[in-house]
């Protein structure tokens, strides 16, 4: 019964209240879920894949005091994005090795939602698993829901979790 | 890591389109899907829990030429009812105990959309597992979505599990 292992694509971001780039609240959430109550003691059937997508205005408000005056600003601005989503993307694969479960982790630029569709036409994740603040319709008009999108458009099956009401910060527009 | 199996709630209905209560396509998926992609080889780490509602309303067409003259009429036709809906849940764990997956499974009548939130509210899976016949959205006008509905309002994470193309009927909206 076991053959190939079953190939799960988890979507990763950063957390948008610390200045440093800490996984998200409902990024941690997903993948403790997913260990927990999907892959148990059967490391060896599954395999995650990691996708974390980049937003490049995202950080936007912190570059209002920088100084662009030659192409090598830009360069530095690009391997600064580089290393904070690398150092994300350590977390979740450490956290894989320590357990003991394959994992392969990227990065992409560009609008989560579609970006996140798109690898999942190129990659064929068995299933894609993604957290989500839970945020009430009213708070969702704002912030847009990636989860949503996805539900709705992803060419596999699609698992939303949401972030646990005691782990929501004051404003439950952060994560 | 193991400890209490995780519980997984699958809702289960009839074909359309046979007369006797054969599972739809959806429905079969659905469990296939969730073997073959999430319980794998280990078979004690989950329990399924399948529940099959009953549209009070869906056999009017079958019971115009019915006539109904007494109390027993209605008592008989729900004893025919609750035969048909045994027969299905019957195929359901039959199945995981050839596999050797502890199950259960229960059937209760109303609106599906509404009465599978309720169980959820009631029993607390860990997550849910809805077949979908994966139709476009000018058919789903017309049939309504179970599926949409749960992930929407139902209190747990929730996977829907689209009907393979080669397994759509010449009509998408039979299952």
Redesign the interface.
Known sequence: ??GEP?RLMIAVNESTIKGYPHPSISSKGALD?TLQ??V???TS?FKILFLHVQVPDEDGFDDMDSLYASPEDFKSMKYRDRARGLHLLEYFVNRCHEIGVACEAWIKRGDPKEQICYEVQRVHP??LVTGSRGLGPFQRVFVGTVSEFC?KHAEC??????RSADETPQDPVDD
């Open positions: 019964m076991e079953t879920w109550k999907i148990r003691s059967n059937g068995d299933f539900v099956p699609v698992i939303t979790i949401k």
